[in-house]
């Protein structure tokens, strides 16, 4: 029912060296610098692709004063980002060359991997792939990483929870995933016939602590809607399952509608359109603060508030 993960928005402490981290370091493009449509005072950073597709869409919401966050149960502990194969050596060099923190190259699930972090904490990692595991119509940012080694799509984000029964009738009834492969603890599943951001890993940890939401976690995961009714139907499975997810709210960028699963990880249900160059060119993506027309009006007292990050 969806093509897979629509956008993942985590918490940041700071958003010059978010931005710096995410477009510098992985080589990701800013291509939406808005705010927080419910808290208009805190700014909200997308990172992507050349136009922030689905299922490449990185967003970071920079709640002040910052508070650090703690990984645990009840949240989405991990952020998986496929890379070729063969580019795995050249993160490992790039990131030892940026003093960012990380791990060796270890196997799960049948697949090579290095997990880092940013400057939060928020833990990361890089799935190495076959070319052929790639869609074929990638719209890569090269800006500061090459062709040959970029960050193509999601791979996953990994599910941190308590019990796999909190979490898996959501991701079978709701969005079709089917269990695919179980390596330990970890419980991999995935959506038939898509080849971008088509996984998920839900981590089981009946012992393990619950986490704080604040900065270096992920604060919700989005999953794609093709269109206004799709996103509705999904609704009501959503309903189905006697849980309460919201009306839909217009995001301007895209539709949302919002439910806390079982488990208590927040998730969201997003169109895929209209998209990122609703109210700006191609060109000019992440250059300007950008704001829906209703926040139109209070451009001026926004500002006020918001620390200027300079351009790179």
């Avoid at 808290?39 to 967003?59: A, I, K, Q, S, V």
């Avoid at 699930?109 to 119509?137: A, H, P, Y």
């Amino acid at each position: 029912m969806t093509k897979g993960i629509h956008h993942i928005t985590a918490i940041a402490s700071d958003a010059i060296e978010t931005v710096h981290f995410y477009t510098k370091i992985l080589g990701l493009r800013l291509v939406k610098k808005t705010v927080n449509q419910d808290d208009p005072e805190t700014y909200h950073l997308f990172f992507g692709d050349r136009l922030g597709h689905p299922g490449m869409d990185l967003t970071f919401f920079i709640f002040l004063p910052a508070m650090q966050g703690k990984i645990g149960t009840g949240l989405v502990s991990k952020i998986s980002l496929a890379v070729p194969e063969s580019a795995l050596q050249f993160w490992l060099e790039r990131f030892q060359h940026y003093k960012v923190r990380h791990e060796e190259i270890e196997e799960l699930c049948g697949k090579k991997r290095v997990s880092f972090f940013d400057k939060d904490g928020q833990c990361l990692e890089l799935v190495g792939l076959s070319q052929d595991e790639f869609d074929s119509e990638l719209d890569l940012w090269t800006a500061e990483v090459s062709e040959e080694h970029a960050i193509r799509n999601f791979y996953a984000a990994t599910l941190s929870v308590v019990s796999i029964d909190a979490i898996e009738p959501v991701l079978t009834h709701v969005f079709g995933y089917k269990l695919h492969h179980t390596d330990g603890h970890i419980r991999q599943y995935v959506l038939s016939g898509s080849q971008r951001a088509q996984y998920l890993e839900v981590s089981e940890e009946p012992s393990a602590a619950p986490g704080f939401n604040a900065a270096g976690t992920v604060h919700h995961i989005a999953f794609r809607a093709k269109d206004a009714k799709q996103q509705q139907t999904m609704r009501n499975a959503v309903l189905e399952l006697g849980l309460y997810p919201t009306e839909v709210i217009n995001r301007f960028y895209f539709q949302s509608v919002y439910f806390r699963t079982p488990a208590g990880i927040l998730f969201e249900i997003a169109t895929d359109g209209p998209g990122f160059t609703a109210d700006e060119d191609e060109v000019e993506l992440g250059k300007q603060l950008s704001l829906p027309p209703f926040l139109q009006p209070h451009r001026e007292e926004i500002e006020k508030h918001l620390k200027p990050i300079p351009s790179e």
